[in-house]
């Protein structure tokens, strides 16, 4: 399924996992919501992990090729941590783990930010906050934002809490921040309405059969 017909998947509660959601089979069929650079900058505005002036900006100064290797790179950055996070969600992460966190840490260095003063709009404009704010220099920037949300799941998110949905045929992760951290599911209206369809349908044919 082409990843323009439907918008991208938000419903993890933590933006490093929607990154890793950003292939999924939303329906019956797989859909990569970055499968070229076109994509990848869609999802980004989606996410609003890029502003719209930058996507504007990197859309027009870099080749559609130069986009593609950026998103073939994400790709790669999205399936590698994939491994390191099945292997260690159910349980609380380790000072030992932090050794296969160095890709991340080195792309980190590369970063360009800067810190500024701006002024407050929730305070109604009588006030200033200070923000940290990005430079967009290549194409390849964007994997900036990408790799501060991979770091801030692996700093802010209780992996005990990372959870799959339990839906047959789906892959969506999760971080399950609800009272008594009980959430199965993606998403109620998708995986957990087809359980409950499921488990009525069970139970007519139970009772038929009895």
Not at 6 to 33: C, H, K, M, R, Y
Not at 161 to 168: D, F, R, S, Y
Not at 169 to 178: E, W, Y
Not at 184 to 209: D, Q, T, Y
Request: aromatic share 8%; glycine share 6%.
């Amino acid at each position: 399924m082409n990843y323009r017909e439907i918008p991208a998947i938000f419903i993890a509660d933590a933006l490093g996992l929607d990154f890793l959601n950003s292939v999924a089979t939303p329906v019956d069929q797989p859909v990569d919501w970055i499968a070229d650079g076109e994509g990848l900058l869609s999802w980004l505005e989606q996410a609003e992990l890029v502003p719209a002036e930058a996507i504007r900006r990197v859309r027009s100064e870099a080749s559609p090729a130069e986009l593609d290797e950026v998103a073939a790179k994400a790709r790669d950055l999205r399936e590698w941590f994939r491994i390191f996070l099945y292997k260690r969600k159910g349980s609380p992460l380790a000072a030992k783990d932090l050794r296969e966190l160095a890709p991340l840490n080195r792309v980190l260095e590369r970063d360009e930010q800067h810190g500024e003063i701006v002024v407050d709009d929730a305070a109604g404009a009588t006030g200033f906050v200070f923000r940290m704010r990005r430079r967009w220099p290549a194409a390849e920037s964007l994997l900036m934002p990408i790799v501060e949300a991979l770091a801030r799941l692996v700093c802010d998110e209780d992996f005990t809490q990372v959870k799959a949905c339990e839906g047959p045929a789906c892959t969506l992760l999760f971080a399950d921040h609800t009272r008594g951290h009980a959430r199965r599911w993606c998403s109620m209206a998708i995986c957990g309405n087809r359980a409950k369809v499921a488990a009525h349908r069970k139970r007519l044919r139970e009772a038929g059969a009895g």
